[in-house]
Structures are given as structure tokens and as C-alpha cells.
């Protein structure tokens, strides 16, 4: 009888060899004394519709699916959960019966860090601006209307804002109870006076990409500003704010949340998000963070 392979599961991306999902995913593997593993596959764009089909073949039960596979994977997979429906991305696989199921836990994430790391941040509502407009902007939008925010998208192609806000109206009319609206970056400062929430969902101000520059200086003090990067750490955008005095929430909160539900799918077992998890990850971005 041949020993049982131990279940893996990976995160698919291209070029994101700054993805900490394996720390953290081995992490909890370690700590929870499971057998199991998970690996970072670059799979480039047009490789990706085979290694997702053949996902099992690949020796994975299930995966992570990041930049820039979420719309695809959307696409591909053979059933999807209400989250994937209204947000139209896929960032977690896992093979069920033979079929392979996309769920969509950035939403999810985003909430949990949010509440964790600015507690009361959505009570007042109203204007939350999305800067980006890609995957992980459908999903914080998604989140954001959830929570009863009037949401302003802003985004370097109008076009794609304007698809996002389409993609939203689209929805059963049952939901949301506001639809999100479109902008400009030219745009920008006549807007962030009235907004109440700020969140960068592009990849502007993470290592590698070119800044993100905006001044804040007219946004009010009481404001929760986030960003979804998490290397570095503090972006540009997250310093600016603490500097100003605004509440801030980073992306390393948003990605160990957002891990948690495809852990459980993969092992089995659902694992905690913990301070000793975030003192790890956070230790391993620092040190690497001046390696260039
Ligand atoms: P993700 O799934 O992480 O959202 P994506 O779908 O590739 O990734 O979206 C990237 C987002 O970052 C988009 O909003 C993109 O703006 P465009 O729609 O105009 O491309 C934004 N972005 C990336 N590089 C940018 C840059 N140099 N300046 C402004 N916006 C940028």
C-alpha cells in the first residue's frame, strides 16, 4: 500500500516572489502539528488556464490565486461561491468531488482587519474612496457597500472604473443599497475632503512600483486610511497618514484574514490569526525589506 501524499496547496501568481502566503501558510502547518505543505508557483499568464485545470496532476489540493490570475480564475473555475459571484474574482481554489471550487475571502479579510485595526472605522459611513480598480478593488468595494458606504472609485483608466461601477449596478437589484460611482484622478481633491475612508487598492507605493502621491493634507482628521500592500510594511500612504494623525490599517492584517478560510478548506483545520503570526511575518518583511 503506498504511504497517503500529505495534502499541499500553493499560491499561483506571476512575479510576486514577495508573496509571504508560504510563511504564513507554514506557520500554521507548523503550529498546528499538521502534515502538509504550501508552495509560491509563478505560473505566467498564459500558462495559468492549464495549471489551475490540472491543478491535482500539479500535486495540489487547492491554492491561492493572486495577482494577476483573479479575474481569470474567475473564469475557469467550475462552481463559485455568492462572494466570487458579486465580487467576479477568485482568490482561493480548492478541488471538491472532482470539481474545482472558487471562493473570494478578500472581502472577508479586508473587514476583519479593518475591524481589528481600527475598531468603529465604519460606524460614521459615508464617502469611502477605492483608489485601483482591478480584482482586489471589486473585492473591497464589495465590502465596503456591505458595510453601507457611499463608494467612490478612482482610477487611473476611467474606463476600468467605469466597468467596475457596471459590474456593480449588474447586481440583483435587491443589493447593494447604494451603487458606487467613478473618478478620475484629477478628480482626487475635490473628493477626499468628504471622505471618511481611504484605501489604496493599486499597486502604487509597494516595493518596486513607483510612489503613490497624493496629498491628504484636506481630508479630515477622523478619516481611516489603508493600504492593501504590505511590502513595505508602512507604505508612503500609511506614513503620510500617521503623520497627520489618521487612524491607519495595513495590508498585512488583510492577508493573514484573508488566509484563514482556504487553510481550513486545504487541512482541515481553522487556524488563528495571532500576534506571533504577525510578529513573524512582519520580522521577515523587515529584513528583507533593505535587501533591495
Ligand atoms: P489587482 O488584482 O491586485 O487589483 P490588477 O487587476 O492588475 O490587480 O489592478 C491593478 C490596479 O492598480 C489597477 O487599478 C491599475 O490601474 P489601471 O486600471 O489604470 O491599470 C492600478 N495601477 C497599476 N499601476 C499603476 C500606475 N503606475 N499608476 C496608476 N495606477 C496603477
New binding site residues.
Given amino acids: 500500500m503506498s504511504p497517503r501524499a500529505e495534502p499541499r496547496a500553493c499560491v499561483m501568481g506571476h512575479g510576486v516572489a514577495y508573496s509571504r502566503s508560504p510563511l504564513m501558510h507554514g506557520h500554521w502547518l507548523r503550529t498546528l502539528q499538521l502534515d502538509g505543505g504550501y508552495d509560491l508557483v509563478d505560473v505566467a499568464p498564459e500558462a495559468f488556464e492549464d495549471f489551475l485545470r490540472h491543478l491535482a496532476r500539479h500535486g495540489y489540493v487547492g491554492g491561492n490565486v493572486t495577482?494577476?490570475h483573479?479575474?481569470a480564475a474567475f473564469r475557469l473555475v467550475d462552481d463559485r461561491d455568492g462572494a466570487v459571484e458579486a465580487i467576479g474574482?477568485v482568490n482561493t481554489v480548492w478541488l471538491e468531488d472532482g470539481r474545482l471550487a472558487g471562493g473570494n475571502t478578500d472581502a472577508e479579510g479586508f473587514l476583519a482587519n479593518l475591524d481589528q485595526q481600527a475598531p468603529g472605522w465604519d460606524v460614521a459611513g459615508g464617502l469611502a474612496i477605492v483608489l485601483?480598480?482591478?480584482?482586489?478593488?471589486r473585492a473591497v468595494v464589495y465590502a465596503l457597500l456591505e458595510r453601507g458606504f457611499d463608494v467612490g472609485v478612482v482610477?487611473?483608466?476611467v474606463a476600468?472604473g467605469d466597468d467596475l461601477v457596471r459590474h456593480f449596478r449588474a447586481r440583483p437589484r435587491s443589493w447593494p443599497r447604494s451603487w458606487p460611482r467613478s473618478w478620475a484622478?484629477e478628480e482626487l481633491p475635490r473628493l477626499l475632503p468628504d471622505a471618511r475612508f481611504l484605501v489604496n487598492?493599486?499597486?502604487?507605493g509597494a516595493k518596486g512600483?513607483?510612489p503613490l502621491d497624493i496629498n491628504l493634507q484636506r481630508v479630515r482628521p477622523e478619516a481611516v486610511v489603508c493600504d492593501i500592500n504590505y511590502v513595505p510594511l508602512e507604505t508612503g500612504l500609511l506614513r503620510a497618514a500617521r503623520h497627520l494623525g489618521h487612524r491607519t490599517a495595513d495590508g498585512l492584517g488583510m492577508l493573514m484574514h484573508q488566509g484563514v478560510p482556504g487553510f481550513a478548506r486545504w487541512f482541515g483545520v481553522r487556524p488563528a490569526v495571532t500576534p506571533g503570526l504577525r510578529q513573524l511575518l512582519e520580522s521577515d518583511i523587515r529584513a528583507r525589506e533593505g535587501a533591495g
Avoid at 132 to 137: K, Q, R, Y
Avoid at 201 to 204: G, I
Fill in positions: 495577482r494577476p483573479k479575474d474574482a485601483g480598480a482591478g480584482g482586489a478593488a482610477n487611473r483608466t476600468r484622478f487598492t493599486t499597486s502604487l512600483q513607483p
